[in-house]
């Protein structure tokens, strides 16, 4: 069965919303998070709250699915908001969280935000920051073979960027007669844990980095999803046709710091989401009630489910041995 | 007989028709080379990577994760080291995903002493490797059991070392894969690729047939009651030389090849020990934290009061390198007379 060719949504008033109500449901199941660690809900945080600009659109613009006819996901630690752009339910976020036995991601093995989610060909998410700039390679490999218009992306930040994973991406990626459908994809948020980028590569957008390789590159503002949607599709539609690499740099915030090692508290710092608000009140797609309605109906959503959550089993010694080695037969 | 590297060809080309390998890759590894010992020559998925470690893991996991089948080659393990944390990420990503994904892939790589090969073309890899949890290793001694353990390798839906002895690529072994042609020269004939230009050359593979070495199953490579001796890979032909000799003394020693390091098989090695009473590990890796002392450890755990003596490693000496100098390989990693000499001392230990 082949599946149907990709083709990018018109980004009308309804999607418009649909992207105003995933990246609401993101912050504030982040910011749920948040008060998990603070208050003893989990050991610790790490996220991506103000990313949400750039990060819906990539969600809803995935080809979701499994096996190469759809993208693969090689994403970092900050990508919350596409895995619930895409659809997940927060409370599995809140079970990783939690590291309750019910954790569908780790089974309370991983951080919060280290995904893995086979049906959507969401690679597990690791803490290297780096790793996945070289396994998009391998899925890419076999979707140029397989044909279609699947492609992979990877996402990473200036840190992780600056790692010899992301130059052997960009390598492997365009060896003659051999370019791969890789996406890669950089939200630049001025910082790796607590240095300032400006103390660590001299580059005035990372992106640039890939002109060396002949890669078509761009920058787009990711604390507008308008333009980043925008963005998204443009490199989307070259990699998929194309079969070959592009690189978007998107400029974000990071407004709860690196994760709770910082504190995670509030940084002044642009936020996505309230200039879209007014945006939508703007253009007469939403009122300030209705958008309010969207808030607390996530918020109590999230409220009722972290007392789910709460009462749900934690892993204890008889799931130690478990899935150390696969049982059943070879192939994901 | 095929010598060992075209019994890693011929395992690859069955597994190439008949186990879904999708891809075998590395550095060197596809035409016009086909491998630096020739082990990859000839083969239909086999292609050249940039001079990129980390790339081909990357690419081995990728490929894995997308369905594929992929048989990667670092060319030399002394290079693997900047791939440790990935290496770790293969080995970890069906425990921390829980199950959802798996890795049904297999690294192979060249190991060990004995060509030569200076600072960076003579490490032994096996006991770092065994810190790295989730993969499986294992350690051919001769061209039949690297045909067997190859196929099971692939076969296996975990990632899987396959740990090559390149002292012995060009050893013979004393029985037939089965299919292989009995005559060398008509083996030679149908897979070697000429000297020269090749470009348009290309196999004629034989019917090589399924065979396997299951991962976890050692072998008794020599019988005997005076001393169990475990040994893998370049070691184990040693440690036979040297059972022989020593039986010509009326000692007779028993060898059991391992073939596979992790899981070992802990049973076999366990009845020998009870046999004899007397346990000597060999293999050329540096002794400290070397494998040899978990096998030994586990020994006292399971078969401590049936030990007569104090069980014994001989390994490598703890220096950084191996020196190209033959008086640096001859006297810090363990030679023939050395081997000889550990065993007699062992078997003649007064308990």
């Known amino acids: 069965m082949t599946a149907t060719p990709w083709k990018a949504p018109k980004l009308d008033a309804k999607l418009k919303i649909a992207i105003h109500d995933k990246m609401v449901l993101s912050r504030a199941t982040e910011e749920m998070l948040i008060r998990m660690m603070r208050t003893g809900h989990g050991y610790f945080w790490i996220g991506g709250p103000g990313e949400e600009g750039f990060n819906v659109p990539l969600g809803l613009l995935t080809k979701k699915g499994h096996g ?265 | 007989m095929a010598n060992l590297a075209q019994a890693i060809r011929l395992a690859l080309h069955y597994a190439e028709e008949n186990l879904g390998v999708t891809d075998i890759f590395g550095e060197d590894v596809g035409a016009p080379l086909g491998g630096v010992f020739t082990a990859t020559q000839g083969l239909k998925t086999a292609w050249n990577t940039p001079l990129d470690e980390r790339g081909i893991i990357g690419m081995a996991l990728g490929i894995a994760y997308a369905g594929g089948k992929p048989v990667a080659e670092i060319q030399f393990c002394d290079y693997i080291y900047n791939c440790i944390d990935l290496l770790k990420l293969c080995g970890n990503v069906t425990w921390s995903s829980a199950g959802e994904y798996h890795v049904p892939m297999v690294l192979m790589t060249p190991v060990g002493s004995g060509i030569h090969g200076s600072m960076y073309h003579s490490h032994s890899f096996e006991s770092i490797a065994t810190h790295i949890q989730g993969w499986k290793i294992v350690m051919p001694s001769n061209p039949k059991d690297a045909y067997g353990l190859l196929l099971s390798a692939i076969a296996e839906p975990n990632p899987v070392l396959f740990l090559a002895p390149k002292a012995l690529m060009r050893q013979k072994g004393a029985e037939l894969i089965p299919g292989e042609p009995a005559d060398e020269r008509t083996l030679h004939n149908l897979i070697d690729a000429p000297l020269g230009d090749r470009s348009d050359w290309q196999p004629n593979w034989p019917p090589v047939e399924d065979y396997r070495v299951p991962i976890g199953e050692a072998k008794i490579a020599r019988a005997g009651t005076a001393l169990t001796v475990v040994t893998y890979g370049r070691m184990l032909p040693v440690s036979v030389t040297a059972a022989e000799t020593l039986a010509k003394e009326g000692i007779e020693v028993e060898v059991i090849d391992l073939r596979t390091i992790y899981p070992f098989d802990l049973p076999t090695v366990k009845a020998s020990v009870e046999k004899t009473g007397r346990l000597l590990v060999i293999n050329e890796d540096t002794e400290v934290t070397n494998f040899g002392e978990h096998i030994i450890r586990k020994v006292m755990d399971e078969a401590f009061y049936s030990l007569e003596v104090k069980p014994e490693l001989l390994a490598g000496l703890d220096v950084p390198g191996v020196g190209l100098a033959w008086g640096y390989e001859q006297n810090s990693v363990p030679q023939q007379d050395d081997v000889l000499a550990a065993m007699r001392r062992l078997a003649n230990e007064r308990a």
């Open chain 1, 68 to 332: 190469p006819d759809y993208d693969y996901l090689h994403l970092h630690y900050r990508s919350s908001a596409t895995i619930l752009a895409m659809g997940s339910d927060p409370i599995d976020m809140l079970r990783q969280m939690r590291s309750t036995a019910t954790d569908p991601y780790s089974k309370g093995r991983n951080f919060v935000n280290h995904f893995a989610i086979k049906p959507w060909n969401v690679v597990p998410v690791t803490p290297t920051i780096e790793t996945q700039y070289a396994t998009v390679i391998g899925t890419a490999h076999m979707q140029r073979r397989h044909g279609g218009d699947g492609l992979s992306y990877v996402t990473g930040g200036d840190a992780g960027s600056a790692e010899g994973d992301f130059w052997t991406c960009m390598n492997w990626s365009t060896r003659p007669d051999h370019e791969l459908p890789v996406l890669i994809l950089l939200t630049q948020n001025q910082f790796g844990i607590s240095t300032p980028s400006s103390q660590t590569q001299n580059n005035r957008h990372l992106n640039e980095r890939a002109n060396g390789f002949g890669i078509r590159n761009a920058c787009v503002d990711g604390n507008d999803p308008i333009a980043s949607f925008h963005a998204i599709v443009e490199a989307m539609e070259y990699v998929r046709h194309e079969r070959k690499p592009y690189c978007l740099q998107a400029n974000v915030s990071r407004l709860y710091g690196h994760s709770s090692s910082s504190g995670a508290n509030r940084y002044d710092e642009p936020d996505c989401i309230a200039p879209y608000e007014q945006r939508l009140i703007r253009e007469n797609l939403m009122t300030q009630a209705e958008i309010q309605a969207v808030w607390d109906k996530h918020n109590a959503q999230l409220a009722e489910d972290l007392q789910k959550v709460i009462a749900e089993p934690m892993p204890g010694k008889e799931h130690v041995l478990q899935h150390v080695w696969h049982d059943g037969p070879a192939g994901n």
